[in-house]
């Protein structure tokens, strides 16, 4: 079904079924979290997490600063020493510490915030561009940005959209980032704005997003996410990327909902499997049989259907991925990623399209 009549500036967007059932998905994790009073153990939890947002969202262009590097940026007082890809992390911190009191509804405060993102790295911070651009992969046009004439007007229909529509919070977030990023108000600097407006609208919705990675997973999916916004410019509605992106919010929230309970049971997470170790338990009981042995089969049965449906939820959203980047999302090991892909392809529940190199998987459910 089509979404509410919208102005010019925010594109069209078909609510499939799979939108839907990723933002139910979501807002039960987002439950969960709050059942777990994850906030009450965490009162400031942007001091810990803002720096890994802002690797996250400088990784996708291309920056190459550690955590640690990161980390002590937040301390540097002397701008004049910095490189550059130092001061993008400076200024996106100072940014990021902005969040609470940011709206993205009101265009000066765009402006100012990306007068922070970009302060001291272009020539006019804060103010959109004067001529028109395009972005290139190679020598081919893949985005024209919308004509510098229509910035200010196009910009202020999509704050006035924010303002005032119906829609879900998550679903607003989405749209407003890659509308956003389709109309490149500024000559530089529109990645970053984009990713920092919509953690402030998650933000705003509930506390909890100030915690979730959704940065971080985005760096590890960097082609799903560029492919997602060529999908949605090329289809002349934006599903494609609402639909990749609620797909990146729903691995960070599944990240959440580990961290947070390790947070609170006061146990460290597996490596391998994101759960408690007993350790404690065997050290007390040397008797006592090791975790492994304690599952049962219906145990193991529902882990391998939670992360069959995580992988599903994944190709939905990022249909491009390749086994590797879902191995690593699942935290499971690349053979059996590709054992639970075969035995998908033989229920007939997904299926490959194209090249191995290009190609993409799809799911038949």
């Not at 998905?25 to 009073?37: M, S």
């Not at 009450?40 to 996250?56: M, S």
């Not at 002590?72 to 993008?88: C, F, P």
């Not at 006061?266 to 090791?290: F, L, R, V, Y």
């Amino acid at each position: 079904m089509p979404m509410e009549e919208t102005p010019q500036a925010v594109p069209r967007l078909e609510i499939t079924e799979e939108i839907v059932f990723l933002i139910a998905d979501i807002a039960q994790k987002v439950g969960e979290l709050t059942g777990e009073k994850y906030l009450e153990y965490n009162p400031t939890p942007q001091e810990d997490h803002a720096e890994k947002a802002v690797l996250g969202s400088l990784n996708l262009e291309d920056s190459h600063l550690t955590l640690e590097q990161t980390l002590k940026l937040a301390r540097e007082m002397d701008a004049e020493a910095l490189s550059r890809q130092e001061k993008e992390a400076k200024n996106a911190l100072n940014a990021y510490a902005e969040l609470d009191t940011f709206d993205p509804t009101d265009v000066d405060a765009l402006l100012k915030m990306h007068r922070i993102l970009m302060d001291g790295l272009m020539a006019e911070p804060g103010i959109f561009r004067a001529g028109n651009v395009g972005v290139y992969q190679g020598n081919t046009l893949i985005h024209q940005g919308a004509p510098a004439r229509e910035i200010r007007q196009r910009v202020a229909a999509l704050c006035d959209w924010l303002r005032t529509t119906k829609a879900h919070p998550l679903v607003r977030a989405c749209i407003f980032h890659y509308a956003l990023e389709l109309i490149h108000p500024f000559s530089d600097g529109n990645g970053p704005l984009g990713r920092l407006c919509q953690t402030a609208i998650l933000t705003k919705w509930h506390p909890i997003f100030r915690f979730t990675p959704v940065e971080v997973v985005l760096s590890r999916q960097r082609m799903g996410y560029f492919n997602a916004f060529i999908r949605a410019e090329n289809a002349e509605e934006c599903g494609p990327f609402v639909l990749f992106m609620l797909g990146v919010i729903w691995e960070a929230l599944a990240e959440t909902v580990i961290a947070g309970k390790d947070e609170i049971t006061g146990n460290e997470p597996d490596a391998s499997t994101g759960t408690p170790e007993k350790a404690q338990d065997i050290q007390e009981n040397p008797a006592a049989p090791a975790p492994q042995a304690e599952k049962t089969k219906n145990d193991e049965d529902e882990t391998h259907k939670a992360a069959e449906k995580k992988l599903l939820s994944l190709l939905r959203s990022a249909p491009n991925s390749t086994q590797e980047d879902l191995a690593a999302a699942i935290k499971r090991s690349t053979r059996t990623v590709r054992a639970m892909m075969r035995a998908l392809q033989e229920r007939g529940v997904i299926q490959r399209e194209g090249a191995r190199k290009n190609g993409l998987w799809i799911i038949k459910e």
